[in-house]
């Protein structure tokens, strides 16, 4: 893509060059703010042996777990196994290579890798199967061990609103992990709600600049709840 406006026609444009072996950074936490139309569009277009770094993998046929189905992931880098029982099963099998990272080291490998750091060292999982295999330096009396930064070949992105320019905000808690994966991408794909004229989004209003987006696209969504909790009319708060 070439120019100030991103806008794509179709999701097999916005993936156009995915290919077997590629890393995909995936945006969202559990089902909110998941680019749920450009994971169908991976699944549509095969590609296979893909390594996928997200905090979680979907659920069983939703989000990443469609990718599960299809067994196009070789490796997952994420910090919680969620509730799909088949990415649970693919991993106790050895049939699917899981790298499971604390939650706030994964998102700062990410914003390292989007930032052009390549590394940092952290206490987080000191002491721990985490720290095997790293190397450990002490500060200040203190141990750390180095953790290398995370970049990707797309980073697939669920956004709310953007201009044409790129230019994106996220509703809420939609933020999650999208802005970090946003930068750390080689080719970032965002996918919105709505698109607006350059000029109607306020600059303070921004999460991620359209200069990370290379391709942005309308979508329809699901937005499917993972776990949806029910108190019946008239009920204590707290059951004895």
């Known amino acids: 893509m070439a120019g100030l406006d991103k806008r794509v026609s179709s ?23 998941i680019p749920e139309n450009l994971i169908a569009e991976v699944r549509r277009r095969q590609v296979k042996d893909l390594t996928v770094v ?28 969620g509730e799909n029982a088949l990415f649970e099963r693919q991993v106790l099998s050895g049939e699917l290579e899981i790298e499971l990272t604390p939650q706030g080291t994964l ?5 390292a890798g989007g930032a052009g750091i390549p590394a940092f060292y952290t206490a987080t999982g000191y002491g721990t199967p985490v720290a095997a295999g790293k190397d450990v330096r002490q500060f200040a009396g203190k141990h750390y061990i180095l953790e290398e930064a995370i970049t990707g070949d797309f980073a697939l992105i669920k956004g709310w609103k953007a201009d044409w320019y790129g230019n994106v905000v996220y509703r809420h808690t939609a933020q999650n992990f999208n802005p970090l994966m946003a930068t750390a991408g080689r080719i970032t794909v ?3 709600e709505e698109i607006v004229p ?4 306020p600059p303070s209003a921004i999460h991620t ?4 987006v290379d391709r942005l696209i309308v979508g329809q969504f699901e937005k499917r709840i993972e776990q949806r ?9 707290v059951n004895p």
């Open 209 to 212: 600049p359209g200069i990370y």
């Open 229 to 237: 909790t029910l108190r019946a009319e008239g009920c204590d708060d």
């Open 190 to 192: 965002v996918e919105v």
């Open 11 to 33: 999701y097999a444009q916005a993936l156009d060059g995915l290919t077997d072996g590629m890393t995909l950074l995936a945006g969202g936490f559990g089902l909110c703010g």
């Open 107 to 111: 998102a700062e490998k990410v914003r």
């Open 54 to 81: 997200s905090n979680n993998c979907g659920v069983d046929g939703f989000g990443l777990g469609l990718l599960l189905e299809t067994r196009q992931v070789r490796k997952v880098v994420a910090s919680y196994v």
């Open 198 to 201: 350059p000029g109607e989004l």
